[in-house]
């Protein structure tokens, strides 16, 4: 069946290797991997996949990169998908291993824009889910600046400990809590054992949940997107339709410096002060708008943060985590 036609910006990139006869060489690489010569005249998708199993936190990304292909092919465009790094900080904190957090979000960002402008790729969809894969994701997409959409892996679910609920954050207060005495070995083994009960980003409105939610406000996800459990069956929904809405933002031509505006990211702050997010949404923040053209400076946090009243009672500082959120609508309600 001919492919419908479309928009020539649609293959924007992807057309040095497509049209051009001297780029025969690259077209037979292309049908290797199973390409036909209708699927050359289609827009070509990145899906820069984070999926790894050093932490649960990105465990579970690869059934949602293969939803967002079919999202891409029903929309008529070829996925390519790759991966790269993560690193953990709440399994490398208080180690050398934890020298290398901020330095991964450099290596993420870097990795996914060379293959994406390498490859010649016409729209990148990101997929991740630790902390420092956010802000890496969304400095290649601010700096590549071709249509693009960001999917968060989701939060994990809270334990069960002695009829309570529990998370990371009780597990770091439990080794003070022994330390001191006040907690038995045993008490902190079984902790342990149920504070993380699978797959998910921490809970609380640490890191990872913080920039979910900066990315949502400023629209480079889909609604809905940063509250949503991991194991949220809608999760595979949402995957389809980041396909589905990556293609619809290159038919429009639509852009991340588009959207990554100074306003964009001044209610991204607004959020994270409401909510008492975390501190490191300022040196994220910024290193993303230094890539998307924007002057955001640490007066800016500042002047929102003395005007915003802190109005969730979110872990680490309050009661409640990300899954109770989105039982209650998610980020619209803010």
């Known amino acids: 069946m001919a492919t419908k036609s479309r928009p020539a910006h649609m293959k924007h990139r992807s057309s040095e290797l497509t049209d051009d006869p001297q780029r025969a060489p690259a077209r037979a690489m292309l049908m290797a991997m199973g390409l036909t010569q209708d699927d050359l005249k289609k827009p070509f998708v990145a899906i820069a996949n984070l999926a790894s199993d050093v932490t649960p936190c990105n465990v579970h990304l690869d059934k949602f990169a293969q939803a967002a292909k079919e999202g891409i092919r029903a929309a008529d465009g070829v996925p390519f998908e790759f991966g790269t790094i993560t690193v953990s900080d709440g399994i490398s904190m208080g180690t050398e291993g934890m020298k290398t957090s901020l330095v991964s979000r450099e ?73 001191k005495g006040d907690m038995s070995l045993e008490d902190l083994t079984a902790l342990e054992c149920v504070a993380c009960p699978g797959e998910g980003s921490c809970g609380g409105l640490f890191t990872a949940n913080t920039m979910s939610t900066c990315i949502e406000v400023m629209g480079m996800s889909l609604p809905g997107d940063a509250s949503a459990p991991a194991i949220d069956p809608r999760k595979l929904g949402e995957a389809r339709d980041v396909g589905r809405t990556l293609m619809r933002l290159l038919e429009e031509d639509i852009r991340p410096r588009d959207i990554l505006t100074k306003q964009a990211f001044e ?67 803010l």
């Open 107 to 179: 290596v993420i960002a870097d990795s996914i824009e060379l293959v994406t402008f390498g490859e010649r790729m016409d729209g990148l969809i990101t997929i991740a889910g630790c902390d420092k894969n956010m802000p890496g994701c969304m400095m290649a997409m601010a700096r590549l600046n071709v249509p693009s959409i960001f999917m968060y892996g989701g939060s994990i679910m809270p334990g069960q400990f002695k009829g309570q609920d529990v998370n990371i954050q009780d597990v770091f207060e439990a080794v003070g809590a022994y330390a």
């Open 267 to 333: 209610n991204a702050i607004t959020v994270a002060v409401s909510m008492g997010g975390s501190t490191n949404s300022v040196l994220h923040l910024m290193a993303i708008a230094h890539e998307a053209g924007v002057n955001l400076s640490l007066e800016d946090f500042d002047r929102i943060s003395r005007n915003t009243p802190y109005i969730t009672d979110m872990k680490p500082g309050g009661k409640y985590v990300m899954a109770d959120l989105s039982r209650y609508g998610g980020m619209r309600w």
